[in-house]
């Protein structure tokens, strides 16, 4: 005996339902579109950031090998090769290097006036290293030539310890930056 096969029936509605609508597609369409657009904002922020950060390395690699070339200099010296005055360079005016530098792949903030992203800032009254003088970001008042005495002479010539900060400002695509690295330079038995 042959039986014969039924196919199950399906309800009429729920052929209505297997297929998608054109307000389901849109709303499918918008929600991608939308997801897209918050992808591809994370990304672009995420690759600005990685560039911060690089833009921030270089500055730090920078500063530290400032200081480096300032310790490298005869302790003695330090002072007039890196103050603001290019007078009183050892080898005579204009010829040390002076507190400003470039970093290459760094880009000096728009409006600089001497066009430089790094400086050297040392503790100074006009032209002058008084111990005495009231600056806190140097620690200042302090002993710099190690007689124990706090006084109101100028120690650009005698000074045992130097307080020195590097300073760097450069122009990124987020905005400006800075960097500041602080040490002291000692040249005691110098």
Known sequence: MLRRRTLPTVPLHALR?????LIEITISIAVMTI?????????????RIGSDKRFASVASHAARS????????????????????????????????GPHFAVPG??????????FVGRVVL?????????NAQDEVFGLPRDLNGDTLIDERDHAGDYA????????EWDTPLGPRR????TMLAGYGN
């Open 66 to 97: 400032q200081l480096e070339r300032m310790r490298c200099q005869p302790f003695a010296q330090v002072w007039k090769l890196y103050n603001e005055s290019g007078a009183d360079d050892p080898a005579g005016a204009g010829t040390g290097p």
């Open 179 to 182: 960097l500041e690295m602080h």
């Open 35 to 47: 997801a897209m657009a918050m992808f591809s904002s994370v990304i672009t922020t995420t690759t």
């Open 106 to 115: 760094l880009k000096p903030l728009k409006g600089d006036a001497d066009g």
């Open 123 to 131: 503790p100074h009254t006009g032209k002058l290293l008084y111990e």
């Open 161 to 168: 310890i130097l307080p020195v900060m590097v300073e760097l």
């Open 17 to 21: 339902t297997r297929g998608m609508t």
